[in-house]
């Protein structure tokens, strides 16, 4: 009587398989549109990034540290910059971060509606709410299986899998934003006719700014730690060097590469969160 | 006289199912009952009454009486569950999307309590809001804005943040964006309540003279007994959602419907309030110069008192006389003229009591109470005076 009755099977995973075999037989050539024109951005981006001069870089990211934070961190920026080309990394970094950046676009493009929507329709938040909890608590690799059926392996499902891992905090942040807006000014909007649409771009969001530019540092962030999970299904990058190395067990290569990531990481984050400070509303 | 906005039998329900309590409402069960028993709130109860043109009308109540849900029925930020609002004519209740925006837009302004202003704009920013939403060109906003902020003490202040303001100065702003679209009607929830009590009389004087000025139709709420007799023209007095007494100021302190609003009125100070009109009396006696002295002999005799007040043909006063002097004169046959004494002080009906008081405590002889072109119309003893002090 220890071991679990054979006789109580459920056979789940059938069905998904049946679904996902059902969307890939009839809209398999929609997947194949959005992968293509995902494609055609993402080598865009990286094809531009790594065109462009190193120090051309370096010296972007050293005035935005100096402009957005101080002069030092600036200088402390592009030094890291620079020991991250002195690895060998430079256009390894280039492609980890192409596949960031356009995650994150698609999800502002797709999380901020969304965020928007859910706050006038309590009854989806319902059922939002958890499904956002899920996503944030699943394991990374699970987004990997419907990225891989869908798009097969390459750069496209790395960045499905990191745009769905980075979404919800972004849709998450959008809403809670709009959502605390002061009441009374939300009435004084009313109570001067502003329509709908006018209340949404006039007060609500840009009231909800900070917070939504809070979010998009936090889908950065998330989306950089899912790029090196990411690169599992075949995503060229740092996190690609990382999973090398762990395979070689490579040690002086998993350091450099890490820490390239770490690195990237510290600079994203500063830099976005000093961008999404300069948007807070002082209260007094 | 016109009629401004006509509320006629407004009932305002929160709640899931507002229609349903209606009728346990019109049966008289009390708001408590109908909170414990369904889970709705009554905020209004049968409300009719009306705000003529240019009149400050007050609503007045303690808190949770209702006075928000009734200032927000009018410009419908809460719908009403039941009853009619007419301004100038049109059931207000019955716009469709359109026709309420262009309401909010063009006849109707508001100013909060806690002022409401759009923290991401500057000063000017927030004036030119209503005219914005309108669709105003940039330039003739701007003009207007700069105009209203004028208009309310704020020039200099146009490109700053509401935060660097002080409370006093960013309800300025709340009235500036009020006003800024012109609007017929002011509705004004408690928008002085948060302030300092100085400031606060700052900004009541302001409200006096920019509406002496401007000649809009205020819908004003507030706990404040005495700022509400400062400043309307007429009051009403709400508790539980139902209106309990409409009125001139001095009416509602004269007169309190029940006491509730004698209680609400207690610590009025009622010298501010109550007029000379409100406490003078019909002398029983009164001379006519044509009288001659034995008559005015007889008056005082007969009413006992040892003085009586002269006045001519046009009732316009001429003096007044004591007993002793008009019996000294019938003996020496001097005439009435000749004794007339005239070291009495005379008053408006309009003044308040308080300025009386001196006067009315230091002289022997009633105050005369006389209008524009000196025609008697009454007396003050000094015993009403002292008595509206308690
Ligand atoms: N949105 C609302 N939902 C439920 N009850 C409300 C709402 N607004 C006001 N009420 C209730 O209606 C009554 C009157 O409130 P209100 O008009 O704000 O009073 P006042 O402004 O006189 O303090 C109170 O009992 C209050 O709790
Ligand atoms: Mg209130």
Redesign the pocket.
């Known amino acids: 009587m220890t071991n679990f009755p054979a006789a109580i099977s459920f056979k789940i995973g059938i069905y998904v398989e049946y679904f996902v075999k059902w969307l890939m037989k009839y809209y398999g050539n929609v997947f194949d549109a959005i992968g293509a024109s995902i494609l055609w951005f993402l080598l865009n981006i990286e094809k531009f990034l790594i065109w462009l001069p190193w120090w051309i870089f370096v010296l972007v990211i050293f005035i935005m540290g100096w402009r957005i934070k101080k002069f030092m961190a600036g200088l402390l920026y592009a030094a890291l910059l620079i020991l991250i080309g002195g690895f060998g990394y430079w256009e390894l970094m280039m492609s980890t971060l192409a596949v960031v950046l356009i995650s994150v676009v698609i999800s502002v493009v797709i999380g901020i509606p969304l965020g928007i929507f859910i706050t006038y329709n309590a009854k989806i938040e319902v059922f939002m709410k958890p499904t956002l909890d899920a996503m944030q608590t699943m394991p990374s690799f699970v987004y990997l299986i419907p990225a891989l059926l869908l798009f097969g392996l390459g750069k496209v499902p790395a960045v499905f899998a990191t745009t769905i891992y980075s979404l919800p905090p972004m849709i998450r942040l959008t809403e809670l934003g709009v959502r605390n807006v002061p009441k009374e000014m939300v009435e004084a909007a009313h109570a001067f006719g502003s329509s709908k649409w006018q209340t949404l771009v006039k007060v609500q969001l840009p009231q909800a700014l900070p917070t939504i530019m809070t979010g998009i540092n936090q889908t950065t962030m998330m989306a950089l730690a899912m790029v090196v999970i990411s690169s599992m299904i075949g995503a060229k990058g740092l996190g690609m060097e990382v999973l090398i190395a762990i395979s070689r067990i490579d040690i002086a290569r998993g350091f450099e590469s890490g820490l390239s990531i770490v690195i990237l990481a510290i600079i994203i984050d500063r830099l976005s969160q000093g961008i999404a400070n300069r948007y807070k509303i002082p209260e007094k | 006289m016109t009629v401004k906005i006509q509320v006629e039998n407004l009932t305002k329900i929160?709640?899931r199912n507002p229609k349903t309590v209606l009728t346990r409402l019109k049966n008289g069960d009390s708001k408590d009952a109908i909170f414990k028993e369904t889970g709705h709130?009554v905020?209004l109860n049968n409300v009719s009454f009306e705000v003529n043109t240019g009149e400050t009308f007050v609503i007045m109540?303690?808190?949770?009486?209702?006075?928000?849900?009734?200032a927000r029925c009018l410009n419908l930020l809460n719908t009403p569950t039941e009853g009619k609002i007419h301004v100038d004519g049109s059931n207000i209740v019955e716009y469709n999307k359109n026709e309420l925006r262009e309401f909010r837009q063009k006849k109707v302004g508001m100013v909060f309590q806690h002022f409401g202003l759009f923290t991401h704009r500057t000063v000017i920013g927030n004036v030119e809001y209503g005219l914005e939403v309108r669709g105003v060109s940039t330039q003739e906003r701007s003009e207007i804005a700069k105009k209203t902020l004028d208009t309310v003490g704020l020039e200099g202040w146009e490109y700053r943040y509401p935060r660097e303001l002080s409370g006093g100065m960013r309800q300025r702003v709340g009235l500036a964006r009020a006003l800024a679209n012109d609007p017929d009607i002011l509705l004004m929830d408690e928008p002085f309540s948060a302030l300092d009590p100085l400031i606060r009389r700052d900004m009541q004087l302001e409200l006096l003279d920019i509406q002496a000025k401007l000649k809009k139709t205020i819908v004003f709420?507030t706990h404040d007994v005495n700022e509400a007799f400062k400043l309307g023209d007429r009051v009403a007095v709400?508790k539980d959602?139902v209106i309990e007494q409409i009125g001139v100021p001095e009416e509602i302190l004269a007169q309190p419907a029940n006491d509730y609003i004698a209680d609400f009125v207690q610590d009025v100070d009622k010298t501010k309030i109550l007029q000379a009109k409100n406490i003078m009396v019909k002398p029983n006696a009164l001379v006519s110069l044509k009288d001659g002295l034995k008559v005015a002999v007889k008056e005082m005799q007969t009413n006992g008192i040892s003085s009586v007040f002269v006045v001519d043909s046009e009732r316009k006063l001429q003096g007044l006389v004591t007993i002793d002097d008009t019996i000294a004169a019938i003996k020496e046959g001097k005439t009435l003229k000749e004794i007339l004494i005239k070291e009495y002080e005379t008053t408006s009906a309009g003044t308040c009591i308080q300025e009386l008081i001196p006067i009315a405590t230091y002289k022997k002889y009633p105050i005369a109470v006389v209008d524009e072109e000196n025609k008697f119309m009454g007396i003050i003893m000094r015993v009403s005076v002292l008595a509206a002090l308690i």
């Open positions: 929160f709640g709130t905020g109540g303690l808190s949770g009486s209702g006075k928000s849900t009734l709420i709400m959602g």
